[in-house]
């Protein structure tokens, strides 16, 4: 202890003038930070990471995939579909073993478009159907189209099956949801007509996706929200509400505080952060960004939808079974995008684009570069999406973060592939008879070796990792601070360093030499893991030249020492 307060004392009174001016500049960054934003820090902080990257993310505010699928798929003239003439075999519907049961919710919209798909599902794997949709007239509440509700057998196989069956309300734009949200007498409607057709059908609840909500309609959606439950509940407590969210709430539209009482989940939309927005091809659905993709991803989307006040065990992560195309620059991975080709379905891809898949490492997807001729010349594409194995990353995640399950865009997407309930099958079940609460927490009670694993050392330190790792998300406070620490400290330890005593006292022993230049090295080692230089491997293999070097110097002074203690 007194070596190290010698230390602190040498340097300090060494250098009290940097130490002065570091804390000034400090405090005057930080007054900074306030004066320039009344909001808190680290809405500053992303302020000024937006200007760091390409922001087309931002226009993804006004980008509705529900909608769009409506608009081409939903039309029967649509080309990019996989028929029959293409010779496409309907695979097999997996089905769970007796033994084994869901331990997640597993949700999945079920489109009017897919017509008589449902007869080749297998609706053991799945715990909701969310038929999709009553489309919303904003003016009056009723529907422009129920499209088959009342009709489709496919309600009758999901019940069958023991799923919950979900009506989906949809709303798009920002206009058509300030009309509806404004006009009472539409809300009733849509509410009573809601009731009857649950009613009809023998259905367990509504999911309202309403996209594109303006900050201003904030107070009036959450009202809305909050007679639509009151009201299901009162005719029936059983009854579920769902909503959707964006991947990001660019708008700030939802006021969770009011939401959380009257909402039985939240379905986090987690695709299209890449699309016909951006400037470069890139991942529909990234785990993680890195310093190559946008700065939002399903990781921090989660993140920040649970600070904000959305309990995990209430959120469900919903993933696309589709890709996107482009025309891009070159084969490079994150070209330019020249034009956006439109969204393929997983069945379309898997059919149709034959070109070897890759594997980015950084976003945890894969994603395909190919050459098309278009009667003059080559042209390059580029297609993102997940497959089985990145889905299985995204299950991963989900697990991780405690959330309730996952979301399914669209049912019938992977048609003639099973690969991908496999992946739910093999990584979101659990053996025996399911415990009665284990969709309601999204958690698998665990044996007692699993829960050894869990606390074993490696998994320790995976978590210290994890949480260091989370500092990245302050990285430009983190740099600004490291900056000055660089500048005012180092300028302080030059200036120690021109007195003698100083001098003596830090390189006048070789174990003092040692000592700092471990404590160095250590940090060092630590900073370049965190920023992703060096990998585990890496770290491990210099930490062990390190160890080596060090054994032998010690080895080295006691086999003198002995040496020089014989007669």
Request: some cysteine; glycine content about 6%; aromatic content about 14%.
């Amino acid at each position: 202890m007194k070596f190290i307060l010698s230390i602190f004392y040498r340097l300090v009174s060494a250098h009290c003038l940097t130490l002065y001016l570091f804390l000034f500049s400090l405090c005057s960054f930080g007054g900074f930070v306030v004066e320039n934003d009344h909001q808190d820090s680290i809405g500053f902080i992303k302020k000024i990471e937006e200007k760091l990257v390409h922001n087309d993310s931002l226009k993804r505010a006004q980008h509705f995939v529900h909608e769009e699928h409506k608009q081409t798929k939903g039309d029967k003239n649509y080309l990019y579909t996989v028929k029959e003439s293409d010779s496409l075999t309907l695979a097999k519907p997996v089905k769970l073993h007796t033994s084994m049961h869901l331990a997640y919710e597993v949700l999945g919209w079920y489109p009017y478009w897919e017509k008589n798909f449902y007869e080749n599902m297998s609706f053991s794997m799945l715990s909701t159907a969310a038929y999709f949709a009553y489309e919303l007239n904003p003016k009056t509440g009723a529907a422009i189209s129920l499209h088959d509700w009342k009709t489709t057998a496919m309600i009758d196989s999901a019940k069958h099956s023991g799923n919950s069956v979900l009506l989906t309300v949809t709303n798009f734009g920002k206009k058509n949801n300030k009309d509806f949200l404004s006009n009472s007498r539409a809300q009733a409607e849509l509410i009573s007509n809601v009731l009857e057709l649950l009613k009809l059908r023998g259905a367990n609840g509504i999911c309202i996706d309403f996209e594109g909500i303006a900050k201003s309609e904030k107070d009036a959606y959450s009202s809305f929200i909050t007679k639509l439950s009151t009201k299901l509940k009162s005719a029936n407590k059983e009854y579920q509400v769902y909503i959707t969210m964006p991947c990001v709430d660019w708008a700030k539209s939802l006021d969770f505080s009011a939401l959380n009482s009257v909402v039985d989940r939240f379905i986090m939309m987690g695709y299209s952060y890449y699309g016909s927005f951006s400037k470069v091809a890139g991942p529909v659905a990234p785990n993680e960004s890195g310093e190559i993709w946008e700065p939002y991803n399903l990781s921090n989307s989660i993140d920040t939808y649970i600070k904000d006040g959305v309990p995990a065990n209430k959120l469900i992560l919903a993933l696309g079974y589709f890709g996107a195309v482009w025309e891009t620059s070159s084969d490079e991975k994150a070209a330019k995008a020249k034009s956006f080709v439109g969204h393929r379905t997983y069945d379309y891809i898997r059919t149709k684009i034959k070109s070897p898949s890759k594997y980015d490492e950084v976003s945890q997807t894969v994603w395909q570069s190919y050459v098309t001729a278009d009667g003059k010349s080559d042209v390059y594409r580029q297609c993102w999406y997940d497959n089985d194995s990145t889905l299985g990353l995204k299950i991963d995640l989900i697990k991780k973060k405690g959330l309730a399950g996952m979301g399914i865009w669209a049912l019938g997407y992977d048609k003639g592939y099973s690969e991908m309930w496999n992946m739910i099958a093999d990584r979101m079940t659990a053996e025996g008879s399911a415990p009665k609460d284990s969709l309601e927490t999204g958690q698998v009670e665990k044996s007692d070796s699993e829960s050894e694993k869990e606390l074993s050392i490696w998994d320790k330190l995976g978590q210290v990792e994890a949480s260091f790792a989370g500092l990245v998300k302050y990285k430009v406070t983190l740099a600004v601070l490291l900056f000055f620490v660089i500048l005012f400290g180092g300028s302080g330890v030059i200036i120690a360093m021109f007195a003698p005593s100083n001098r003596d006292f830090f390189f006048g022993s070789t174990g003092r030499i040692l000592l700092f230049s471990a404590v160095f090295l250590f940090v060092s080692l630590v900073l370049l893991r965190l920023i992703g230089f060096l990998a585990d491997v890496q770290v491990a293999v210099v930490v062990g030249f390190i160890s080596g070097v060090i054994a032998l110097i010690l080895f080295n002074k006691i086999f003198v020492r002995v040496n020089e203690s014989k007669p």
